[in-house]
T-cell receptor
Framework: GQNIDQPTEMTATEGAIVQINCTYQ??????LFWYQQHAGEAPTFLSY????GLEEKGRFSSFLSRSKGYSYLLLKELQMKDSASYLC?????????FGDGTTLTVKP | GAGVSQTPSNKVTEKGKYVELRCDPI?????LYWYRQSLGQGPEFLIY????????DSGLPNDRFFAVRPEGSVSTLKIQRTERGDSAVYLC???????????FGQGTRLTVV
């Protein structure tokens, strides 16, 4: 299977940096995606890793280590609007398997 | 259209009834996906289309669920003999090609009473 584990909840302070981890067990996949989902809304794409290493995209970065079965999403300069659920997903041959998401609460 | 459009946005139906959920993907996107999401969980894969054909339908829970995409654009998810356990938000997404970022619609909230 492709069990994907993420922390259920995290809290951080406005202006700070937060790292959301994702671990998985799978034999192979094309890429690992991170999506943001605000309550009652659709997921929106944040970042994507195919190769090991860090992908930077503005305030958001994502890291992948295939050998360790591990990824993280790094959010810098946190803003109140970053309060949302963050979903880690593994994609293989078109099919994406999602974790249950990490609910991030940003406090003033 | 500018994004993925799903209709209806909300659907309440009685147990045992038949429902159809529609998805209009972004123009030109060859890949189309259906997921369902329950509260507090991530999206659960149902089926993936590449063009008109279902490339992977391994996520359909049972034979009450069926989806089509006859012209390679609009897709319809069909659920027969609905059960209360089918209640969820049904999300559709599309992408230009397989394994690239998916653009999600706002979903159809299905409630079976």
């Amino acid at each position: 299977g492709q069990n994907i584990d993420q922390p259920t909840e995290m809290t951080a302070t406005e202006g700070a940096i937060v790292q959301i981890n994702c671990t998985y067990q799978t034999s192979g996949f094309n890429g690992l995606f991170w999506y943001q989902q605000h309550a009652g809304e659709a997921p929106t794409f944040l970042s994507y890793n195919v190769l090991d290493g860090l992908e930077e995209k503005g305030r958001f970065s994502s890291f992948l280590s295939r050998s360790k079965g591990y990824s993280y999403l790094l959010l810098k300069e946190l803003q109140m609007k970053d309060s949302a659920s963050y979903l880690c997903a593994i994609t293989n041959a078109g099919k994406s398997t999602f974790g249950d998401g990490t609910t991030l609460t940003v406090k003033p | 259209g500018a994004g993925v459009s799903q209709t209806p946005s909300n659907k309440v139906t009685e147990k045992g009834k038949y429902v159809e959920l529609r998805c209009d993907p972004i123009s030109g996107h060859t890949a189309l996906y259906w997921y369902r999401q329950s509260l507090g969980q991530g999206p659960e894969f149902l089926i993936y289309f590449q063009g008109t054909g279902a490339a992977d339908d391994s996520g359909l829970p049972n034979d009450r669920f069926f989806a089509v995409r006859p012209e390679g654009s609009v897709s319809t998810l069909k659920i027969q003999r609905t059960e209360r356990g089918d209640s969820a938000v049904y999300l559709c997404a599309s992408s230009p090609i397989m394994n690239t970022e998916a653009f999600f619609g706002q979903g159809t909230r299905l409630t079976v009473v």
